[in-house]
């Protein structure tokens, strides 16, 4: 096994620029007479492809005949270390560690719009600053993106004005544009026809250009196969393969390596791992007895090898399929089934651009069937290929461009398919950057200040709908709002107040079942009573008292007060009255409207089910009861026991307003009514069970106890 030995990552080289005192703000005026033609490449160390793309356009702008001086920056690290940490090296760990979670990620903001425009105005707000100031700096007359996260932020700057130079970006992917089309983008490159309508719905119609691929023009130089293997080494003889993993080697590269060494026909297995080292040192610990398997790391030299190939064996897709394509080598897609990888090695694949192995039994028949018969000899018309369904021209073999039919491609075990057919050459990247149109327009400043407007008025409402629609601080709110929740009442009598919670439909029979028991309690129903219920509540000697009805709605507290207000005259109460709150409590909106209308929620000492098992702690005197109750025979048993067990404890249940309006009671302000506080009780221990005390009378509140007979105010 031969090893070359991998080259730590490759900055950038800066191009020569210079500049013009005269110019002022971001971007500047055309070149000037004689001038050179001033061009900013904003690229990333986010796989390979992305930087690659960036050479070959600077590559072609220097090839033109107009004076051009060409910058490539790192986009990211312009943007910020922040940003460019959790960009890179989240991907990096993601596709290390949990390939799932990009996947995910991916989907969500493929799929889920909020998601994608929150990550947009994030991207924003953490980078265009920085991102401006460096396009400021480098006075550039077009600027060029080449990853997406860098278009995202350079088409809001160029909508916004800040940008005042054309915007390009490069687009090397097929599907999945979501964030490498922009509408602040003057002109978009994409490589492949079919890419051209997602742009254009994106980013407006005319924002898309088809441009021959953005490749270095060392991948179009014809090459000899035989003399591109002796120049590195292999066997003349025989099949080769290369297995890559992209500059960043990730994948199932060791997996593809294992499953072709037990293929006889294939002589040497170059496996490329990019600038993993870690990939490098296990790939060549792995193979290390195996001859025909030779490691790369990161290398310069991917014309030869693709020139003295076979079959690719790629894991991403990208520009490393275009460089394949145009030395008209056979690509197999296998290994890295996440993310953009997936969808765009498989929207390449439907249009017969490569073939895609799902699993690694197919790795093996995909390749064999994607040996040629021969290689196209060099400087023969198939050993330049263009662009796009171009760039598929054949598997193998040399088709007819322009002839209007779908070369076959004839594989070694001499079956055929039919691929696409190869439109003509798409224009020059350069000659578009060069002269870019004028697209964009700008966002007038008054819609950009109205919009900021709006969009904190809406987080404002949206945020305290949501804080008055909560729960989570009521003890805070009470506290500073002065709320005393009414839980009992000092009283030198042995009662206790009872309110029975029910449904308006449950009411009148739960009150007719309990009036024939002999008790008599308060009940709350939440909905504004008839005169009809009034009356018949009236005449078996119960009360009712004002509710807020049991709601999940997220604006329930609108209109809280008058629906309150609206019981209480059907009652015929005062202007302050006590009332229950919702079993969950009151949210925040609820306690501002009846505080501010001066009513007084029951909280209650004591909260208990009819049906539940009776408390074990003890009770007063004064003390308060909330229980809730169907509206049935159980539901009335339930409420029965509950007053037999008081009753078990020397203590009556009455109505809340009996028990407040005790002749030697005097109001106070905290909710209570004030007097001599009475002497706490025991309560007797409570029966397996449940069921009434045996031997003990249940003890009934007298129907004349001077209260009144529908409510009671503060």
């Keep these: 096994m031969s090893v070359t030995v991998p080259r730590r990552p490759v900055h950038l080289r800066l191009g020569s620029r210079r500049r013009d005192d005269s110019s002022s703000g971001t971007g500047v ?11 900013l490449i904003l690229s990333a160390d986010v796989g390979e492809g992305h930087a690659a793309a960036a050479r070959a356009l600077s590559e072609q702008l220097a090839a033109s005949p107009q004076p051009t001086e060409v910058t490539i920056i790192d986009g990211l690290a312009a943007m910020g270390r922040p940003l460019q940490m959790v960009v890179e090296d989240g991907y990096r760990v993601q596709l290390k560690v949990a390939p799932w979670t990009y996947s995910f990620v991916y989907w969500t903001l493929d799929h889920v719009w909020p998601v994608r425009w929150v990550s947009r105005r994030l991207l924003y707000l953490v980078g265009s600053r920085r991102l401006a100031r ?67 719905r994106i980013a407006g119609r005319g924002s898309a250009q088809v441009v021959a691929p953005l490749i270095s023009a060392e991948f179009l130089e014809p090459r000899c196969p035989a003399e591109s ?22 994948g199932d590269i060791e997996g593809a390596v294992r499953e072709l060494c037990g293929v006889p026909e294939i002589s040497s297995i170059v496996c490329l791992a990019g600038r993993n080292e870690e ?55 296998y290994g890295l089934p996440v993310g953009h990888a997936s969808l765009n090695t498989r929207a390449m694949a439907d249009l017969r ?41 054949a598997v193998a073999g040399n088709g007819d461009r322009g002839s209007g039919t779908r070369p076959q491609a004839t594989s070694a075990d001499g079956d055929s ?51 008055m629609s909560t729960d989570d601080i009521n003890a805070l709110a009470s506290m500073l709002l002065r709320v005393h929740p009414l839980t009992r009442v000092q009283t030198d009598r042995p009662d206790v107040g ?31 009573p008839s005169p009809d219920v009034v009356g018949r509540l009236r005449a078996l000697g119960d009360q009712l008292v004002p509710g807020v009805p049991e709601s999940g709605a997220l604006l329930r507290w609108v209109g809280t007060d008058s629906a309150l207000e609206a019981q209480a005259r059907a009652l015929g109460l005062g202007s302050h009255f006590y009332f229950l709150p919702p079993a969950r409590g009151l949210v925040l909106g609820q306690i ?53 067990w008081l009753g078990s404890a020397g203590l009556s249940a009455e109505p809340l307003a009996a028990l407040v309006s005790s002749r030697s009671i005097s109001a106070s302000n905290s909710g209570e009514r004030a007097s001599v506080a009475a002497a706490a009780t025991s309560t007797a221990s409570e029966t397996a069970n449940g069921n009434p005390f045996a031997g003990v009378d249940v003890n009934f509140s007298p129907s004349s106890t001077g209260a009144s007979a529908t409510g009671m105010t503060v």
């Design 229 to 250: 293997r002796r120049a590195l080494g292999l066997p003349e003889e025989g099949r080769m393969v290369v297995v890559s993993g992209g500059g960043w080697g990730v």
């Design 353 to 393: 651009l490569l073939r895609l192995a799902n699993d690694i039994d197919e790795l093996r028949e995909l390749v064999k069937a994607s040996f040629p018969l021969e290689r196209p000899e060099p400087g023969s018309s198939g050993a330049l290929v263009t662009h796009t369904t171009a760039t598929a021209e």
């Design 134 to 200: 460096c396009v400021r700096e480098h006075r550039p007359d077009v600027v060029v993106s080449t990853y997406p996260v860098i278009t995202v932020v350079l088409g809001r700057l160029r909508r916004m004005g800040v940008v005042t130079c054309p915007t390009v970006a490069t687009i090397t992917d097929l599907t999945g544009l979501f964030f490498w089309a922009q509408p602040g983008i003057d002109t978009h490159l994409v490589c492949y026809d079919e890419s051209v309508s997602a742009v254009e």
């Design 417 to 467: 398919a039919t691929v696409a057919h190869a439109p003509e050459v798409g224009e020059s990247a350069a000659s578009v950057v060069l002269d870019p149109p004028r697209r964009v327009q700008v966002i007038p400043a008054w819609r950009v200040r109205t919009a900021a407007i709006m969009t904190q008025c809406v987080l404002l409402l949206v945020g305290a709908t949501a804080l």
């Design 498 to 528: 009872l309110v029975v919670r029910t449904s308006p439909e449950t009411l009148l029979p739960l009150a007719g079942a309990l009036a024939a028991r002999g008790v008599r309690v308060s009940f709350a129903d939440g909905v504004t």
């Design 592 to 644: 501002f409207e009846t505080r501010t209308a001066g009513d007084t929620p029951i909280a209650g000492a004591l909260r208990l089910r009819a049906s539940g098992p009776l408390p074990q702690r003890g009770v007063r005197a004064g003390d308060v009861f909330v229980v809730s109750a169907p509206g049935s025979a159980a539901g009335a048993a339930g409420v029965a026991r509950i007053v037999s």
């Design 279 to 333: 990939l490098y040192e296990d790939l060549g610990n792995s193979f290390a007895h195996e001859d025909r398997v030779h490691v790369y790391g990161f290398t310069r030299r991917m014309p030869e090898l693709l020139a003295a190939a076979d079959v690719l064996v790629h894991s991403t897709g990208g520009v490393t399929c275009l460089e394949a394509k145009a030395t008209r080598v056979p690509v197999v897609s």
């Design 29 to 39: 005026a055309a070149p000037r007479n004689g001038g050179a033609h001033r061009v």
